[in-house]
Every structure is written in C-alpha cells, then in structure tokens.
C-alpha cells in the first residue's frame, strides 16, 4: 500500500500475526465468546428463534401461521405494535404507507449519479442516509415522531431500490402507484407492468418472512447505534453497513452465482465434491442458530419458487436448486439456509442479481426499525468490554535509541 506521497504502509500494517494464539484456561470472567456465539445481549419482545426445532415467532405467533394467513403490511403492523391489525386499522396502515413512497427531487438526482458510479448497495446506504436527513422532526424523540420515521423510511426503501436499478440500466423511472399493495407495488415500479397473481404473493411471502430475525449481526449493528441516542437513520445506516457483507447479506448473491456456475444437474455432484474438496464453504448452507433442524421459512421459499417455474413452464432453476440441495445434505449433513432458495426464486420475479442484497434489505428495514424503536423504549447504551490479548509493561525506547527502527519512504 502506497501513498500519494511515496509514503508506504506495509511494513506498519498489524494483522493476525501480531496477536498471540490464547492457550489454557481462564477464569470465567474472561472467558470469551467469539463471534458473540450463545451469549445474551439484550432482552427483546419482539423475535424468538428456537434452532433446535426451527422455529421462529413474531410477537409470539408462529411464523407458520403468517405465512399462511397473513401479508407483509400485516406482519409490519405487528412488529411496530404488538397486535395485529383489525380491518379498519390494516386501510389506515396500507394507505399510510402508501401516501409516503415517493421520494423528492434531490434524492432523485443522488440516486442518478450514484447509480452510475456506485454498487448498489453502497449508493443505497448513501441514499438511505440522505434520505433520513431530510426526514423532518428528526430532533423528536417521542414514540409517536419515531413511528412515524419508521414509516417514512420503510414507505421509501422500496422506492429508492427500484429507481436504483432503472436508472442503471438506462430506463424511466415508474413511480409508485399507491393503489398496489406494498410488494406488488415494489414489482411495478422495477418492471413497469402490474405482477401476475403468483408473482405479488411470491413477493409478499418472501417479503414476510425475511422481515425480521431476532438478534442477528444488522439488527445488532441498529440497536448499537440506538443505543447511542443517535437518530433512526443512522441506526438504519449502520444495519446496511453491516448487512452488506458476505457472511449475512450478500450471502443470497453468492447462493445465485453458485447455481449460474454450476449450470446443468450433470454438474452439481463434481461442482459439490471439489468444493467439500477444497474445503470451501458452499453458500447458502447451514446456520449458526439452525444446526439440528431446518429453518422454517425455507419451505415457503421453495414452494413459491416452484409457483413460478410452473407459471414460466420452466423448472430449470428448481430441479438445479433442489439437486445442489439433496446433494449438500447426503455428503455433509448441512441444511439449506433461506437464502439458498430465495434467490433463485428471486431472480425468477426478476430481481438482478446485484440487487439481491438491497432487496434483503428492503425486506429487513421494518423489523430494523422494531428493534430501533424497542431500543430507544428501554435503553442502556451498548459498550461491552473485550480481553487484553497483547503485551504488557513494555518499556518505551526514545525514538533516537530505537534501533533498527522502520524508516518511511516520503
């Protein structure tokens, strides 16, 4: 690494090198957790997740029973109350919503330059950013004013995604129509046509069911920055920050790639065998909660994606998917996480597949701000303490004694 002044960083970098392999034991007290695995960090009412049966609630009601029943407005409302809606409240809902998913001219023209200049989720996250600054009665920290951001937000994402992938590709913009229903409405404006039957369900559904997911590395990453009392959008930033990443967010991309790479069933064995061979980790395969059972949202997943192979008379993509998936199992006992079959499923509503991760996002934003507003309700400011691993009671050496010292390249 160089400099624009010839002033070269190597030699000064620290990596793992430096810190020292930990052997023996320590008292409990020092005991560390990496990763955070099994350890309590907060209390919460609103996700449990048990991985040894592979449930999962949303304000103590079966997932199961959403999927069946229930749609994605529902499911927010919630979330955001703890109740589900009745009738009445379920129009004021969807018609609040929809009043808020158009976005100003000044987000439109930093959407246009970003998305030439920009990978998606990197100018979403910049996007989101300006956007909550523009969010009026930002200083307000009642419950009622942080409602009513979580509406703005989560009424706007959508919005900014589609628009996003339209100016990229070099076609008009479709502006919301607040007569469609939040998900088939996100399928209009990316397409400019109204989405089948089959299409709206299959985006509602999976819409639902990746809202929310307990404590997981965004939703922490939301309620850390909460717990500062910075604003809302921040602790939205934060969350698409964290979300990014391959090992959360991005991993739904990389699932879609693997099928690409892989291509015909005649390949999935040798493509599996190599893989376990070189000891890889093959995307969209296991879970730290769901180790002894499946997650019970994959099966939706599935099902819905077969509903548009069977609507295109193409099930290319699910024979692929399902064979990858029977394969992965019979060689290393690892159960298909949700994101194997959401992005294939994905890509067959026509989602690209660098979107695939701001879409995940678009899904989570509601469940994001959940946690951002049960974090502000009861808070305590999110500091935890770390084991000092590196040397102690060193001698400082003045800098004309030190020898042998690292000279820089100016």
């Not at 990596?15 to 695995?37: I, S």
Request: with cysteine; hydrophobic share 45%.
């Amino acid at each position: 690494m160089e400099m624009k002044t010839g002033f070269k960083l190597e030699s000064m970098l620290v990596t793992d090198n430096h810190l020292p392999t930990l052997l023996g034991d320590y008292p409990a007290e020092q005991r560390v957790y990496e990763g955070l695995e099994g350890v309590l960090a907060g209390r919460t009412a609103i996700c449990d997740i048990d991985g040894d049966i592979g449930a999962l609630q949303y304000r103590g009601i079966d997932i199961r029973e959403l999927a069946k029943n229930s749609t994605y407005e529902e499911v927010v409302y919630l979330l955001w109350t703890n109740e589900l809606p009745t009738r009445n409240q379920l129009w004021a809902f969807k018609a609040a919503l929809a009043a808020e998913r158009e976005v100003d001219a000044g987000i439109y023209e930093i959407l246009r330059f970003l998305s030439h200049y920009m990978k998606p989720m990197d100018a979403l996250r910049t996007a989101v950013s300006a956007l909550a600054s523009d969010n009026p009665g930002e200083d307000n920290t009642s419950p009622e004013s942080r409602l009513a951001k979580a509406i703005y937000l989560t009424a706007k994402f959508p919005t900014l995604v589609a628009y996003y992938c339209r100016e990229s590709q070099g076609k008009m913009w479709v502006h919301p129509d607040p007569k469609l229903d939040h998900a088939a409405n996100f399928l209009y404006m990316m397409h400019g046509k109204r989405p089948t039957p089959v299409e709206a369900r299959a985006m509602d559904l999976t819409m639902l069911l990746m809202v929310e997911h307990g404590f997981n590395a965004s939703t922490f990453a939301a309620r850390v920055t909460a717990s500062t009392l910075s604003d809302m959008g921040a602790a939205i930033t934060s969350a698409m920050g964290t979300l990014k990443g391959p090992l959360h967010g991005g991993a739904n991309q990389g699932a879609l790639e693997m099928l690409f790479e892989i291509e015909t069933l005649d390949n999935v064995e040798s493509y599996v065998d190599a893989a376990l061979e070189a000891k890889q980790r093959i995307l969209g395969f296991g879970h730290r909660i769901y180790r002894k059972a499946g997650d019970s949202r994959v099966p939706y997943i599935k099902d819905m994606l077969y509903q548009l192979c069977a609507q295109s008379d193409d099930f290319h993509l699910y024979e692929l998917a399902d064979k990858v998936a029977q394969t992965v199992w019979e060689k290393k006992r690892l159960f298909a996480n949700v994101d194997f079959y959401l992005a294939p499923m994905l890509h067959m509503l026509g989602i690209p597949v660098d979107l695939l991760t701001p879409f995940f996002a678009m899904c989570r934003i509601a469940g994001w701000t959940a946690h951002v507003m049960e974090q502000y309700a009861n808070n305590r400011l999110i500091r935890p303490g770390s084991l000092y691993v590196g040397p102690v009671a060193r001698p400082y050496i003045p800098l004309d004694e030190r020898e042998g010292a690292i000279i820089a390249d100016f």
